[in-house]
């Protein structure tokens, strides 16, 4: 708590409070009993089985030009990886070829020792640089049809929308949120997916400094379970334990 | 069924390709001239390319929308099965937008001086040619998915593969008015046609959406 000394306004308070948590949940507490209390505002999901993330001498590229030279990466159950570089250095394809979308042209990709077309529809949480959502459609529909496709319980949604403070959206037409709103949405069905491993896009792009620390406490709260998360980010998120990669570095 | 929501709510729902649909046949005649035995000679092959052009209509916006705004990544990555979902979402978005066709063809039908039975007759015909005409636009819009101006493209590859259907449908409303035993024929033939493309077709759906999204 010395962080928020002198802290006399209770918004700076609860902030440090809440990057507190989210640093005292490593994913490696095992204590059960902390991270019920924890997450206590999280619905109630079960642990993931480990599913790593492995790549090994990939080389990547977009519109016949080579993007990425030669990367291994590694993501273990429980951990998070941050790509970062500058802009065109192929944190999106990257991330398209390890949801099997591109196919990479050389080096390997394994999800749990597996190819990612094979596998990806039971295993991965995506938020692409768009969220997916329809201009017409209410958040509540959004969603609920989501968590129907996924087979996750509707009653994860709105404690998911609360942890995100969206709640009182969920009225309203995707099309009327502003682009925070709606990225805080797609962070919801992510974490709706309830799947192992999440591939994030730029997921703090549009989000103010309170939605990047919601941000933190859903990924924590998603690694606390056994889950992992890769996402591309020009941002500096302070996830604990978090390796970054450096994609200008493999040109 | 969140295909045929969104069809409603995103830009009313089957109005677009129903006004369409009664514009091009109310027009028509005008053009041909006012000769009721080639009015009624003429009806069914009209509405039965009236409702082509209207399917062919929507088409663009069917995947185009779902490519620009991210949802065919997702639902690549969902554990349903892509065929199925582009079957049910195709389908889904072709009853909402197209189920006004049969009843506008049968009042068209009596219009154009048709008998009654005919009438009827070529309005279950294109009830029975509409899955088949909307999976096959799918399947081009897919294919064409995320292409600017996509929609010249679509027309150009699911017209020809339209022509069967076209035919058999609007064949059963002409044998039908010419009194021959044939429409029956022609009818069970354009359901036939659909449902072989209810049953092909998504396989070629899902595979385009993959290959676009590489």
């Excluded at chain 1, 990547?60 to 030009?65: F, T």
């Excluded at chain 1, 999106?92 to 999800?111: N, W």
């Excluded at chain 1, 990225?183 to 069905?189: I, N, T």
């Excluded at chain 2, 199925?84 to 219009?111: E, F, N, R, Y």
Aim: proline share 6%.
């Amino acid at each position: 708590m010395a962080v928020c000394f002198g802290g006399v306004l209770t918004g700076v308070r609860a902030r440090c409070n809440a990057v507190f948590r989210a640093l005292t949940n490593a994913p490696r507490s095992g204590d059960m009993r902390s991270m019920t209390t924890a997450f206590a505002d999280f619905p109630d999901m079960s642990a993931f089985s480990p599913r790593p993330l492995a790549a090994s001498g990939l080389c990547l590229s977009r519109g016949g030009v080579r993007l990425v030279e030669r990367l291994d990466l590694d993501l273990a159950p429980g951990g998070a990886l941050l790509l970062t570089g500058p802009n065109g250095t192929g944190k999106t394809t990257l991330m398209r070829a390890l949801a099997g979308f591109v196919r990479p042209d050389a080096g390997t990709i394994g999800i749990d020792g597996q190819a990612p077309e094979a596998v990806a529809a039971d295993m991965l949480g995506w938020l692409g640089h768009v969220d997916g959502l329809k201009p017409n459609e209410t958040l509540r529909r959004a969603l609920r049809f989501w968590a129907g496709l996924h087979g996750t319980p509707r009653t994860a949604i709105l404690p998911l929308m609360r942890l995100m403070a969206i709640d009182v959206l969920i009225d309203r037409p995707a099309g009327q949120l502003s682009r925070g709103q709606q990225r805080r949405a797609g962070l919801v069905r992510v974490a709706l997916a309830n799947r192992p491993l999440w591939l994030l896009d730029e997921p703090a792009g549009p989000l103010d400094g309170a939605g990047r620390e919601r941000l933190a406490e859903l990924v924590a709260w998603h690694r606390a379970r056994g889950g992992s998360v890769l996402a591309a980010t020009h941002q500096l998120l302070d996830w604990p334990d978090a390796q970054t990669i450096d994609l200008g570095d493999y040109r | 069924m969140r295909e045929a929501r969104l069809a409603w709510s995103g830009g009313g729902g089957p109005a677009g390709p129903a006004a369409f649909f009664l514009a091009a046949i109310t027009l028509a005649p005008l053009a041909i001239g006012p000769s009721p035995e080639l009015l009624a000679a003429a009806g069914p092959g009209l509405m039965g390319f009236a409702a082509l052009l209207s399917v062919l209509q929507s088409a663009e916006r069917l995947y185009g929308d779902d490519f620009s705004d991210g949802t065919l990544d997702l639902y690549v990555l969902t554990p349903a099965g892509l065929s199925l979902l582009c079957l049910a979402k195709t389908l889904g978005q072709g009853v909402a937008t197209l189920w006004p066709l049969p009843l506008i063809a049968l009042l068209g039908g009596l219009m154009y001086g048709v008998a009654p039975l005919s009438s009827l007759m070529l309005a279950a015909a294109l009830a029975a040619a509409i899955p088949a005409l909307v999976l096959i636009a799918g399947f081009a819009g897919a294919l064409a998915a995320g292409i600017r101006r996509s929609g010249l493209l679509i027309a150009l590859i699911a017209a020809p593969m339209m022509v069967p259907v076209l035919i058999f449908a609007a064949g059963a409303g002409r044998a039908g008015f010419e009194g021959d035993e044939r429409a029956l024929a022609n009818l069970l033939l354009t359901a036939a046609v659909s449902l072989g493309t209810v049953a092909l077709v998504p396989f070629g759906i899902a595979a385009a959406v993959r290959s676009r999204l590489g």
